[in-house]
C-alpha cells in the first residue's frame, strides 16, 4: 500500500489537513472554556453572588434545550450524532458542519451534561472533506472514509493534548477490523495487565531490577493483593451503573423522537431539575453537576478532601441522572461526565480498607470511561495518560476489560434512530 503513489499523496493531504483543523478545534475549545467561564463564574459573580445560584441551571438549560431541539429537527445531520449511541467516526457531512457548531457552542456552555469530543470528532471529519472539497481532490469512498478519520483525529487530539490518544480512539470508533478487532484485542489486553500484574509484583517481592522505562516520577503506593479483589468489585459496578444511564439515555432519546423541539426541551429542563436538587441538597454550586465534568474532576482529584460524603453521593445521583436525560437528546460527547463519576466514585470509595485514593480513582474512571464508550483499550490509554503513572496501568486494564465484558453482556435497551434518520412525523388529527 505504502507503494502505491495515490496512498503517499493521501498521507500528504491528511497531514495538510491537520493544520487548519487543529487550529480550528483549538478556537473551539478555547470558545467552549471561555463561555463557560463567563455564564458559570465571571457573571454570578458580577451580580453579587459567591457563586451561581440553586436556580440558576433552569433558565440557562431551558434555552440550551430549545436551541438544539431547532438544530436537531431544521439542521442538515441533526446537529450530529445522539450520545447515547456512543461515538461515531463518519456519517457527518460538511453540510452538517453548522447544525453541530451552533448546537455545540450553544449546547455545552449553558450546561449540558456532555463533552466536546462528539462535535469535534464530526467537525474535524466534515472540515477534512470540506477542505478536500475545495482542492477538487477525487473522493472515492476509501479517501472520504480516510479523511474523514484523519480529520477527526487530528481534531479530538486537539482535546485531549495527546496524539497517541486521537489514534487509539480513532481506531476503535472507525471500527477497523470489525468484531475480530475486539475479538483479539480483549484477550491481549487481558493477558497483558495480569502479565503486568505479576511481574510487577515480583519486582516489589525480591527487589530485583530488569530494566523499565520509568524515568523518575513520584510513584503511589505500591500494588498489593487488595487493590486486586477490589477491582474484581467495584469494575463490574460501576460498569453496571454507567450502562443503565445510558439505558435510560436511550429510553429519552426514543421520547425526543417523536416531538423533536418540544421534547428535547423537556429533557434539558429535567437535566436542569437534578442540577438544581443537588445545588438544593448540598449548597454547593449547581455547576458541579453541570457541564462535562472536566474541570470538576481536575479540582476533585487535587483536593479530595473538600469533598464530604454527602455531596459526592449527590454528585453521583443527580448529575447521573442529568447525564442520562441529555444522552438521549441533547448533543456532545459522553467521555468526560463518565470519567468524572468513575473518579468522584473512587474518592467515595477509597477509605475501603486496603484500596486507596490512586487505585480507587484509576478503577473508578476506568470502568466508567469503557462502560460508556464500549472502547476498552482506549480508556485504557486515556485513563493512564490522566493518571501520569505506570504503577496502576494492571489496574486500569483489569478494570477496563471487566467492564467491557459486564456491559457487553448486559440488556442494551431501546434501538436508537439509524444516523441522520429523521423522526417518523406523527398522523395529523
Given at each position: 500500500?505504502?507503494?502505491?503513489?495515490e496512498?503517499?499523496?493521501?498521507?500528504?493531504?491528511?497531514g495538510?489537513?491537520?493544520?487548519?483543523?487543529?487550529?480550528?478545534?483549538?478556537?473551539?475549545?478555547?470558545?467552549?472554556?471561555?463561555?463557560?467561564?463567563?455564564?458559570?463564574?465571571?457573571?454570578?459573580k458580577?451580580?453579587?453572588?459567591?457563586?451561581?445560584?440553586?436556580?440558576?441551571?433552569?433558565?440557562?438549560?431551558?434555552?440550551?434545550?430549545?436551541?438544539?431541539?431547532l438544530?436537531?429537527?431544521?439542521?442538515?445531520?441533526?446537529?450530529?450524532?445522539?450520545p447515547a449511541?456512543?461515538?461515531?467516526?463518519?456519517?457527518?457531512?460538511?453540510?452538517?458542519?453548522?447544525?453541530?457548531?451552533?448546537?455545540?457552542?450553544?449546547?455545552?456552555?449553558l450546561?449540558?451534561?456532555?463533552?466536546?469530543?462528539?462535535?469535534?470528532?464530526?467537525?474535524?471529519?466534515?472540515?477534512?472533506l470540506?477542505?478536500?472539497?475545495l482542492?477538487?481532490?477525487?473522493?472515492?469512498?476509501?479517501?472520504?472514509?480516510?479523511?474523514?478519520?484523519?480529520?477527526?483525529?487530528?481534531?479530538?487530539?486537539?482535546?485531549f493534548?495527546?496524539p497517541?490518544?486521537?489514534?487509539?480512539?480513532?481506531?476503535?470508533?472507525?471500527?477497523?477490523?470489525?468484531?475480530?478487532?475486539?475479538?483479539?484485542?480483549?484477550?491481549?489486553?487481558?493477558?497483558?495487565?495480569?502479565?503486568?500484574?505479576?511481574?510487577?509484583?515480583?519486582v516489589h517481592?525480591?527487589?530485583?531490577?530488569?530494566?523499565?522505562?520509568n524515568?523518575?516520577?513520584?510513584?503511589?503506593?505500591?500494588?498489593?493483593?487488595?487493590?486486586?479483589l477490589?477491582?474484581?468489585?467495584?469494575?463490574?459496578?460501576?460498569?453496571?451503573?454507567?450502562?443503565w444511564?445510558?439505558?435510560?439515555?436511550?429510553f429519552a432519546?426514543?421520547?425526543?423522537?417523536?416531538r423533536?423541539?418540544?421534547?428535547?426541551?423537556?429533557?434539558?429542563?429535567g437535566a436542569?431539575?437534578?442540577i438544581?436538587?443537588?445545588?438544593?441538597?448540598?449548597?454547593?454550586?449547581?455547576?458541579?453537576a453541570?457541564?462535562?465534568g472536566?474541570?470538576?474532576l481536575?479540582?476533585?482529584?487535587?483536593?479530595?478532601?473538600?469533598?464530604?460524603?454527602?455531596?459526592?453521593?449527590?454528585?453521583l445521583?443527580?448529575?447521573?441522572?442529568?447525564?442520562?436525560?441529555?444522552?438521549?437528546?441533547?448533543?456532545?460527547?459522553?467521555?468526560?461526565?463518565?470519567?468524572?463519576?468513575?473518579g468522584?466514585?473512587?474518592?467515595?470509595?477509597?477509605?475501603?480498607?486496603?484500596?486507596?485514593?490512586?487505585p480507587?480513582?484509576?478503577?473508578?474512571?476506568?470502568?466508567?470511561?469503557?462502560?460508556?464508550?464500549?472502547l476498552?483499550?482506549?480508556?485504557?490509554?486515556?485513563?493512564?495518560?490522566?493518571?501520569?503513572?505506570?504503577?496502576?496501568?494492571?489496574?486500569?486494564?483489569?478494570?477496563?476489560?471487566?467492564?467491557?465484558?459486564?456491559?457487553?453482556?448486559?440488556?442494551q435497551?431501546?434501538?436508537?434512530?439509524?444516523?441522520?434518520?429523521?423522526?417518523?412525523?406523527?398522523?395529523?388529527?
Open positions: 500500500m505504502l507503494g502505491r503513489p496512498y503517499r499523496k493521501a498521507l500528504v493531504f491528511c495538510l489537513i491537520g493544520v487548519p483543523v487543529a487550529l480550528i478545534a483549538f478556537w473551539f475549545l478555547v470558545a467552549l472554556r471561555q463561555l463557560e467561564e463567563l455564564l458559570w463564574t465571571t457573571w454570578p458580577d451580580l453579587g453572588w459567591k457563586q451561581a445560584p440553586w436556580w440558576w441551571a433552569l433558565p440557562l438549560l431551558t434555552v440550551a434545550g430549545l436551541v438544539v431541539g438544530v436537531v429537527a431544521r439542521f442538515p445531520g441533526r446537529g450530529g450524532h445522539l449511541g456512543g461515538l461515531h467516526a463518519g456519517g457527518v457531512s460538511s453540510k452538517a458542519l453548522p447544525g453541530v457548531l451552533i448546537a455545540a457552542l450553544v449546547g455545552l456552555p450546561g449540558v451534561v456532555l463533552g466536546p469530543e462528539a462535535p469535534l470528532i464530526a467537525m474535524g471529519g466534515g472540515l477534512a470540506l477542505f478536500a472539497g482542492v477538487r481532490a477525487p473522493q472515492t469512498q476509501a479517501s472520504t472514509a480516510l479523511l474523514g478519520a484523519a480529520g477527526a483525529a487530528a481534531a479530538i487530539s486537539a482535546l493534548g495527546n497517541i490518544v486521537g489514534a487509539v480512539l480513532l481506531m476503535e470508533v472507525a471500527g477497523v477490523g470489525g468484531p475480530q478487532l475486539f475479538a483479539v484485542m480483549l484477550p491481549a489486553l487481558l493477558a497483558s495487565g495480569v502479565g503486568d500484574l505479576i511481574f510487577t509484583g515480583f517481592w525480591t527487589g530485583l531490577q530488569t530494566g523499565s522505562l524515568i523518575g516520577l513520584p510513584k503511589p503506593p505500591p500494588l498489593d493483593w487488595g487493590d486486586v477490589w477491582v474484581l468489585v467495584l469494575a463490574p459496578a460501576l460498569a453496571f451503573l454507567i450502562h444511564i445510558f439505558v435510560g439515555g436511550r432519546a426514543r421520547f425526543v423522537a417523536t423533536t423541539v418540544r421534547n428535547t426541551t423537556l429533557c434539558a429542563l436542569a431539575v437534578c438544581t436538587l443537588y445545588a438544593l441538597a448540598t449548597g454547593r454550586s449547581p455547576a458541579e453541570a457541564l462535562s472536566e474541570d470538576t481536575a479540582r476533585l482529584a487535587q483536593d479530595p478532601h473538600a469533598w464530604p460524603v454527602g455531596a459526592l453521593i449527590a454528585v445521583a443527580f448529575k447521573g441522572l442529568a447525564y442520562a436525560l441529555c444522552l438521549g437528546s441533547l448533543r456532545g460527547g459522553p467521555v468526560f461526565p463518565a470519567l468524572f463519576l468513575g468522584a466514585a473512587g474518592v467515595l470509595l477509597a477509605p475501603l480498607p486496603g484500596l486507596g485514593l490512586v480507587a480513582m484509576a478503577v473508578g474512571m476506568a470502568a466508567t470511561v469503557t462502560a460508556a464508550l464500549r476498552p483499550v482506549s480508556g485504557v490509554v486515556l485513563v493512564v495518560l490522566l493518571l501520569g503513572n505506570v504503577e496502576t496501568v494492571a489496574l486500569v486494564v483489569l478494570a477496563a476489560v471487566v467492564s467491557f465484558v459486564v456491559v457487553q453482556m448486559l440488556p435497551g431501546p434501538s436508537l434512530p439509524a444516523v441522520g434518520e429523521q423522526p417518523a412525523e406523527q398522523p395529523a388529527h
